[in-house]
């Protein structure tokens, strides 16, 4: 079922989406078919798509997209890009959708919890994702603490994992890209999220120069000076020069995982899921 917040739908599932009476699937053509305005999320011809390309060839497109009028003609996608792009390279003229009637806010909190399902997300798109949904609904008019768990709820994320991921979308292209390519820790990431632009340049020049992998603390101590305004080149050099604490590791034997999360999660998804059960716990007094 469908829940509003402030007044609007917020929107869950495909199922909440195409639900209602005005779900008739109607096939339109490709061309007519544009892009989500700043869409956060990667359409690749990768081996999926090449799947997915040999899919619809043998049974066409089992799932219709979702699209709403665009000003201008034609339809903006709000679910359905890789479709699109699978039926292009399947020689296919038109693709099934869905057309809907959506405000720029129901639009944008339905492309973000729909794109969310997807398996492989980069912390980049993740990020984006986030605060174009947090943007969204903070329009709508929802208030407090509470958005922040909402927005995470369809996608099985806590408020502060969506407060993270926020803090990672002030970042920079190129120290976002760090992150995904894992040459930034996510949490150093926020910290550094902080920074002006002149002072993330400083770090992305750092990271891409010599390679220095930032740990928690010293992206905290970075942010410290920032917000002092006495971070310099030289004070950045300093604290990354200083000799970093021995890192703790802690390793779970696959067949006690096992017991508590499915074989098809992925050591990242799991890493991520434990982090949000401590964060709970820790909001709880540790009880």
């Given at each position: 079922m469908s829940r509003t917040i402030a007044g609007k739908i917020k929107i869950n599932s495909f199922a909440d989406i195409?639900?209602?009476?005005?779900?008739?699937?109607t096939e339109v053509p490709l061309s007519d078919l544009h892009t989500f305005k700043d869409h956060p999320f990667r359409v690749l011809d990768d081996e999926k798509m090449e799947e997915t390309v040999e899919s619809i060839k043998e049974r066409g497109v089992l799932m219709p997209g979702i699209v709403r009028p665009r000003i201008g003609g034609g339809y903006e996608i709000i679910a359905g890009h890789r479709r699109k792009r699978a039926c292009e390279l399947a020689g296919l003229?038109?693709?099934?959708?869905?057309?809907?009637?959506?405000?720029?806010?129901?639009?944008?909190?339905?492309?973000?919890?729909?794109?969310?399902q997807r398996e492989e997300i980069l912390p980049s798109e993740k990020a984006r994702a986030y605060r174009m949904k947090y943007d969204a609904m903070k329009h709508q008019g929802s208030e407090g603490?509470?958005?922040?768990?909402?927005?995470?709820e369809s996608a099985g994320d806590s408020g502060k994992t969506v407060q993270r991921y926020i803090?990672?979308?002030?970042?920079?292209?190129g120290l976002l890209g760090f992150v995904d390519e894992k040459k930034l820790p996510v949490v150093s990431g926020v910290h550094?999220?902080?920074?002006?632009?002149?002072?993330?340049?400083?770090?992305?020049?750092?990271i891409q120069n010599t390679g220095v992998l930032i740990s928690?603390?010293?992206?905290a101590k970075i942010k410290e000076y920032s917000q002092n305004k006495e971070l310099t080149k030289a004070v950045i050099a300093l604290i990354l020069d200083e000799e970093k604490p021995k890192a703790r590791k802690v390793t779970f034997k696959g067949d006690k995982l096992s017991k508590y999360f499915p074989d098809e999660m992925s050591a990242e998804e799991i890493e991520e899921e434990i982090i949000r059960i401590l964060d709970e716990w820790k909001d709880k007094g540790g009880q």
């Open positions: 195409v639900g209602g009476d005005d779900s008739a699937v003229k038109t693709m099934p959708v869905v057309i809907r009637k959506y405000t720029d806010e129901e639009a944008v909190v339905a492309m973000v919890d729909t794109n969310l603490g509470n958005t922040l768990d909402e927005i995470g803090c990672l979308s002030n970042l920079s292209d550094i999220s902080y920074l002006t632009d002149k002072e993330q340049k400083w770090i992305e020049d750092k928690p603390a010293q992206a």
